[in-house]
């Protein structure tokens, strides 16, 4: 299951100015994170959003790359690629993918990562981050 986070860190002073890390000012930001491999399960569970959280970015990071013809998204069980298509991301290459997600859930909803393929090697991380 994903587990909370809520960045921090130092910084100068000990501080840290939101607005610098995010590029979204004024708004408080927390969100869900989620470390995956190869030998993983999938659907994996990101977490649970709550009735009217607005979703505002969805990040996923490759750090170590999957084999050809494996692909992501992120979504729900009616639409898998709600807020990250396969065509936003590359799993070959090791890199960072971000999407503006702009979405609210009416009601409280699992978000998951789906996988098309069946992979022999690469992990990752996902971040959803809502405010």
Do not use: C
Request: aromatic letters at 12%.
């Amino acid at each position: 299951m994903g587990s909370f986070f809520i960045g921090g860190g130092g910084g100068s002073g000990g501080s840290v100015d939101w607005n610098d890390i995010t590029n979204k000012p004024n708004v408080d930001i927390a969100g869900l994170d989620l470390d995956f491999t190869f030998s993983d399960v999938f659907p994996k569970l990101i977490g649970l959003v709550t009735n009217n959280l607005h979703i505002s970015e969805i990040e996923i990071i490759f750090d170590t790359p999957f084999n050809s013809g494996i692909t992501f998204t992120i979504g729900d069980s009616i639409n898998n690629a709600r807020l990250m298509s396969a065509l936003d991301n590359e799993p070959q290459v090791v890199a960072k993918y971000a999407v503006d997600a702009d979405y609210k859930y009416g009601s409280s909803t699992n978000v998951y990562l789906y996988i098309s393929g069946v992979p022999t090697q690469g992990s990752g991380t996902v971040h959803l981050y809502y405010d």
